[in-house]
């Protein structure tokens, strides 16, 4: 601040809010530093209180709301400021996918060097009904009034909210989540904690939008899970669309759900769930799109940049269960793909096999399959890849840039990520054009296909 004097926790100030925080905050600028709000939205003006005061930025919260945003909604959700699972059901939807694409916008002008005006930014693509869109919960346990409970962990805190009906999720999962817990209290047993190592950490509910199947998943800290069948049967009995209850082991203390070993204890070991024309296998750790809706505006955006001829080779890097490759690569002449988990290559595999899609799916990453593929005399025309938040390895894109297929498409979760890998990717490859797409309503998250052109 000027004059020497350091702003302190506590400290009132007037703010008016610039923009949305990639974490769905309000970013306002007192004194040229960088403010940031949870809860407050662009045009707000309010009195702000210093939280957390840092040598180039502020936390604040809200004091007094001077004047508020005409996008300011009250939220539907009871438990929405304790969850933290959404931070935008204050704001119009309508309003949210503006954000978003400004989201994208602030990375580019923070991490790039392009001239944002001449960049073909479309408008971001929206849900009819943004609600009841997602297909799987995560949910982690805990001990609450002697029972068990399972929600999520408050923002910033090991205070566990327990969520009885979330309505982002689907219904069916809800019900589902509630009845495990239900049945496991009246079995007895037992919940994971930093004494306890063998109980139940997280139930995982996996839910089939178009066919109705129900996966549940539990999660403990040991290979031990007692009254497993009990439990199975109980579950399978009481809700008919449960189809497949696994056993998986995650004995590390890590931000990973699962870890390496499943069991199924009842059912099949897989649920089937369909995407426009396409059936898929979903083993309990097989990544799959978390809102089927906008899955398929997603993947025909991600079709529309590729542009696949018959002629064409593709290949599909973090392929997962090969949702992307087959939607893409149907007709194309080859389909090559790879991830780095075992289970979803054997999904892969057997899902082009049901198509009759020419596809090779191997284990691994992609910076050491190409050049492989390459020795052999098979480069790719077309690359598609939809990595983590953490965005493209390193050697992946030295990889894409010695190989240099004639079209590229990015599918991103994070446009810090994205902004700097498209520095990285600029010598090669020139935007065709930057699609957002909303598969995540009432969140901060906007996913982007980016279709590149070789130069």
């Given amino acids: ?217 539990i999660v403990t800290g040991d290979k031990t899970f007692p009254k497993a069948s009990q439990f199975a049967e109980q579950l399978m009995a009481q809700k008919p669309r449960v189809k497949s209850v696994v056993h998986n082991v995650n004995p590390g203390n890590t931000h990973l759900v699962m870890g390496d070993v499943s069991k199924t204890i009842a059912g099949s070991d897989t649920i089937s769930e369909k995407l426009g024309e396409f059936e898929y296998e979903l083993s309990a750790r097989a990544f799959f799109q978390l809102n089927p809706v906008q899955t398929k505006k997603l993947y025909d955006e991600v079709k529309k940049a590729a542009n696949v001829k018959p002629t064409d080779k593709v290949a599909d890097t973090y392929c997962g269960s090969g949702t992307i490759g087959l939607w893409i690569g149907k007709n194309a002449a080859e389909v090559r793909g790879m991830d780095t988990i075992a289970a979803s290559i054997k999904d892969a595999r057997a899902n082009a096999e049901k198509y009759g899609v020419n596809a090779t799916y191997e284990v691994g990453p992609a910076e050491k399959w190409l050049p492989i593929w390459k020795e052999k005399g098979w480069v790719p025309d077309v690359l598609v890849t939809d990595p983590p938040r953490t965005g493209l390895d390193r050697k992946l894109i030295q990889t894409i840039k010695q190989i240099k297929p004639a079209t590229f498409v990015y599918v991103s979760c994070n446009p810090s990520t994205l902004a700097k890998d498209l520095t990285d990717l600029a010598s090669v490859y020139k935007i065709d054009s930057i699609q957002p797409v909303d598969m995540f309503p009432q969140t901060a998250q906007v996913e982007c296909v980016v279709a590149l052109k070789r130069k």
């Fill in 1 to 217: 601040m000027k004059n020497g004097i350091e702003m302190k926790p506590g400290q009132t100030f007037p703010l008016t809010i610039k923009r949305i925080g990639i974490n769905g905050e309000g970013v306002g600028y007192f004194k040229r530093k960088a403010v940031f709000v949870p809860g407050a939205l662009p045009g707000e003006e309010i009195t702000a209180e210093a939280v957390k005061v840092m040598p180039k930025f502020t936390e604040a919260a809200i004091k007094k709301l001077r004047k508020p945003s005409p996008s300011r909604v009250t939220p539907p959700c009871p438990i929405y400021e304790q969850c933290g699972g959404c931070q935008l059901q204050h704001l119009d939807y309508s309003a949210q996918l503006t954000e978003k694409k400004g989201l994208i916008i602030q990375a580019l002008e923070r991490y790039t060097s392009f001239n944002i005006d001449k960049l073909p930014i479309h408008d971001t693509i929206g849900m009819d009904d943004p609600w009841r869109y997602r297909n799987k919960a995560q949910f982690q346990t805990g001990i609450q009034k002697g029972k068990m409970a399972a929600g999520l962990y408050s923002p910033n805190s090991n205070e566990l909210v327990n969520i009885e009906e979330c309505i982002v999720q689907h219904r069916v999962i809800d019900e589902t989540i509630r009845l495990s817990k239900k049945i496991m209290n009246k079995l007895s047993i037992p919940v994971f904690s930093s004494k306890n190592k063998q109980g139940v950490k997280t139930i995982v509910v996996r839910y089939g939008f178009e066919t109705g199947d129900v996966q549940a998943v």
